[in-house]
């Protein structure tokens, strides 16, 4: 099948059901509620779009290692700050639900320094992770809203 005779195909599907939804909000007295397209259950990956998206976003300026959309995990290479060459981090992103909520969002942050030539393992700051799920979350909130308002 040609991708025109697909795209035909499926442009007259579309046209089908919207002309059924036409027919059936007319059937009854009271105003149907209007359905979110925007709702994190229309997506082809296996957890919530908008978070994933997000933290892709976030993540953008380190190298990723694994990137699976099914599972919901991005896990980057170490990242040197080239203001900061003596240090580098390594980060976990778990995302666990379909929903779009806090609690669906898991960061995990690994930091090492540079000490005679060698990595040595560090403690990152919890704030560090906080706020790597606070830039997560609230971009994640301006894709959906935009997907909504759009």
């Given at each position: 099948?040609?991708?025109?005779?697909?795209?035909?195909?499926?442009?007259?599907?579309?046209?089908?059901?919207?002309?059924?939804?036409?027919?059936?909000?007319?059937?009854?007295?009271?105003?149907?509620?209007?359905?979110?397209?925007?709702?994190?259950?229309?997506?082809?990956?296996?957890?919530?779009?908008y978070l994933w998206r997000?933290?892709?976003?976030?993540?953008?300026?380190?190298?990723?290692?694994?990137?699976?959309?099914?599972?919901?995990?991005?896990?980057?290479?170490?990242?040197?700050?080239?203001?900061?060459?003596?240090?580098?981090?390594?980060?976990?992103?778990?995302?666990?639900?379909?929903?779009?909520?806090?609690?669906?969002?898991?960061?995990?942050?690994?930091?090492?320094?540079?000490?005679?030539?060698?990595?040595?393992?560090?403690?990152?700051?919890?704030?560090?992770?906080?706020?790597?799920?606070?830039?997560?979350?609230?971009?994640?909130?301006?894709?959906?809203?935009?997907?909504?308002?759009?």
């Amino acid at each position: 099948m040609s991708k025109l005779s697909a795209l035909a195909s499926r442009s007259a599907a579309l046209a089908l059901l919207g002309v059924a939804a036409l027919g059936l909000s007319a059937c009854g007295g009271k105003e149907r509620p209007k359905a979110d397209l925007a709702a994190s259950q229309v997506t082809t990956i296996g957890v919530n779009s908008y978070l994933w998206r997000a933290s892709l976003d976030a993540l953008s300026f380190m190298p990723l290692l694994q990137a699976d959309s099914s599972g919901g995990v991005i896990i980057t290479d170490w990242y040197a700050n080239p203001a900061n060459p003596g240090e580098r981090m390594k980060v976990t992103v778990s995302i666990l639900d379909r929903d779009l909520r806090a609690d669906a969002l898991r960061v995990a942050a690994s930091r090492q320094v540079s000490q005679g030539g060698a990595w040595v393992d560090a403690p990152v700051q919890a704030a560090t992770v906080q706020k790597l799920e606070e830039i997560i979350l609230t971009r994640a909130r301006d894709l959906r809203r935009g997907a909504i308002e759009g």
